[in-house]
């Protein structure tokens, strides 16, 4: 069964730090761009970073550049997204998610949006409080 599952979510103050994990079972990451996400209650889904499939690129949006990092270890077949100075806005359910066969990479990592990724993890909720 293929499944993502994300970790690491959890309340913090504003200006802390936390590393969220997504670990992929019944697959591997190895070949695939990968991305995360958030969504906040009455929001659309937001791509927050997106990583190519080798590790040698990276795309941020503009809300978290300078302050997240997107990672990946395919020996473990784990994506990493290191959240700094965090702020009360990036609340959400942060979700990961593989890129698309057949999409480009350039494409991907372009614009992170939702459509160009599939294999949704359940999420991991961030909570930032002020």
């Known amino acids: 069964q293929l499944q993502l599952v994300e970790s690491g979510g959890t309340l913090v103050q504003s200006g802390g730090s936390l590393r969220l994990s997504c670990t992929a079972s019944?697959?591997?990451?190895?070949?695939?761009?990968m991305a995360w996400f958030r969504q906040a209650p009455g929001k659309e889904r937001e791509g927050v970073a997106c990583i190519s499939s080798s590790g040698s690129a990276a795309a941020y949006a503009d809300s978290v550049k300078g302050r997240f990092t997107i990672t990946r270890d395919n020996g473990k077949n784990t994506v990493y997204l290191q959240m700094n100075s965090l702020k009360p806005e990036d609340t959400g359910l942060y979700y990961c998610a593989t890129g698309r066969r057949g999409r480009p990479e350039a494409t991907m990592l372009d614009y992170i949006h939702p459509a160009d990724f599939a294999n949704w993890g359940r999420g991991t909720q961030v909570t930032v409080s002020s």
């Open positions: 019944g697959f591997t990451l190895e070949n695939r761009a």
